[in-house]
């Protein structure tokens, strides 16, 4: 879930916040149940926000087929690492298990700055 309104504030009313939810399905290859997998995500939703009923959903939508969330399926994302030093990939194809879209981008550039930060200490005093 992603608060978008958190650093966007003008795409939602005053006093309004607009989120964003994912949801992977069961399988996450193949064939799946539309109606539901979102039954299913918005009970997530409810279990999380207490007044989730209270929200007003704009939209849902289910991706699949010729037009997926997302090109590498979740659990079967490609590693950062390349083998070749320096060398690090980044992105909604190796993200994190559930992740995706422009915030799993986001996140594993995130992950690998951190691990080249940590790996070469002296880069990330240079940040100071």
């Known amino acids: 879930m992603a608060n978008l309104s958190a650093t966007c504030p003008e795409l939602a ?11 992977v399905p ?4 193949g064939d799946f149940d539309s109606d539901a997998e979102v039954a299913l995500a918005l009970e997530d939703l409810r279990e ?6 209270q ?4 939209s849902i939508r289910v991706m699949r087929d010729d037009w997926p ?14 083998g070749i030093e320096g060398l ?10 559930g992740n ?8 594993t550039a995130k992950i690998v700055t951190d691990a080249i930060l ?9 940040r100071v």
């Open 69 to 82: 969330a997302q090109r590498s399926c979740a659990g079967y994302d490609l590693p950062r690492e390349t």
């Open 13 to 23: 009313p005053p006093g309004w916040h607009l989120y964003v939810a994912y949801a």
């Open 100 to 107: 995706g879209g422009t915030q799993a981008c986001a996140e």
């Open 55 to 58: 929200a007003k959903i704009l």
């Open 118 to 126: 940590a790996a070469r200490p002296h880069l990330a005093a240079a």
């Open 88 to 97: 690090w990939c980044v992105g909604d194809a190796v993200k994190q298990y």
């Open 48 to 53: 999380q926000f207490a007044n989730f009923d």
């Open 26 to 29: 069961v399988p996450a290859l």
